[in-house]
C-alpha cells in the first residue's frame, strides 16, 4: 500500500510503480482521512515508459467521495497508446522499469463525461454475480428439461438417476450462499 503520493500540482499526484510488468491489477481507494473537495473527485491515469522511454498517459477511470475505490486492470495496456491527459506539461522522472499512477483532482461533470482506455475495465462483484446467477439459472433449467417421472423411468443399470429435488435443494443452496458473500468459493 503506497499512502504518500508525490505532489506534482496543487491538484495533480503520482504513486511509482516498480516492476509493472510484473503486476495486473492496480487498486486505487481512498484512505478517508481527507474527503475531496465538494463537487470533485480524481480522474486515475496509468503511466509507463514506452520502448524509446517516453511516457505513456492512459485513463483508466475515477474515484468520488461517493465511490471511493476501485481496480484497474493494467497487465493490458503496456502495449496501447496514450491519450489525452492533465499531466502533459510536467517533467517528471521516468525510468525504464518504473510506471506511475496519477490522480488529477477535477469536477465531478468533467469526471463523467472522460472515456477511459477499454481494457482498463473496472473489476466488479456485481458482474460476477450477475454472471453465476444466470448460469445457475440455466444449468437449472437445462437439468430440468430431463426431468421424467418414476412411471415414465425405463430401467437402465448403467445409467445413474439425480433426482430433481436434489438438484433444486443445491440450486437454492448455491443462491443463498451467492447472495451472503459472492466470494464464498474462494474460502
Known amino acids: 500500500v503506497q499512502a ?25 481507494f481512498m484512505l478517508g482521512t481527507i474527503p475531496f473537495p465538494e463537487g ?9 515508459p514506452d520502448q524509446s522511454g517516453m511516457a505513456v498517459w492512459q485513463l483508466l477511470g475515477f474515484v468520488t467521495n461517493e465511490k471511493p475505490s476501485a ?18 506539461a510536467m517533467n517528471l522522472p521516468q525510468t525504464p522499469t518504473v510506471a506511475q499512477i496519477g490522480i488529477s483532482v477535477e469536477l465531478l461533470e468533467n469526471l463523467a463525461q472522460q472515456t477511459p482506455v477499454a481494457s482498463a475495465a473496472v473489476s466488479s462483484v456485481d458482474s460476477f454475480t450477475e454472471f453465476t446467477q444466470k448460469m445457475l ?11 421424467v417421472t418414476q412411471a415414465q423411468m425405463t430401467p437402465n443399470p448403467s445409467e445413474a438417476f439425480i433426482p430433481a429435488n436434489v438438484v433444486l435443494k443445491w440450486y437454492e443452496n448455491f443462491q443463498r450462499r451467492l447472495t451472503q458473500n459472492p466470494l464464498f468459493w474462494k474460502t
Do not use: R, T, W
Not at 470533485?40 to 491515469?45: A, C
Open 71 to 88: 481496480i484497474f486492470k493494467i497487465s493490458g495496456l503496456k502495449s496501447g497508446k496514450g491519450s489525452q491527459h492533465p499531466f502533459g
Open 137 to 147: 439459472d440455466n444449468f437449472y433449467n437445462f437439468a430440468s428439461s430431463f426431468a
Open 40 to 48: 470533485m473527485g480524481g480522474s486515475v491515469y496509468f503511466c509507463y
Open 4 to 28: 504518500a503520493p508525490q505532489q506534482v500540482a496543487e491538484d495533480k499526484f503520482v504513486f511509482d510503480l516498480a516492476d509493472y510488468e510484473n503486476i495486473n491489477h492496480v487498486v486505487v
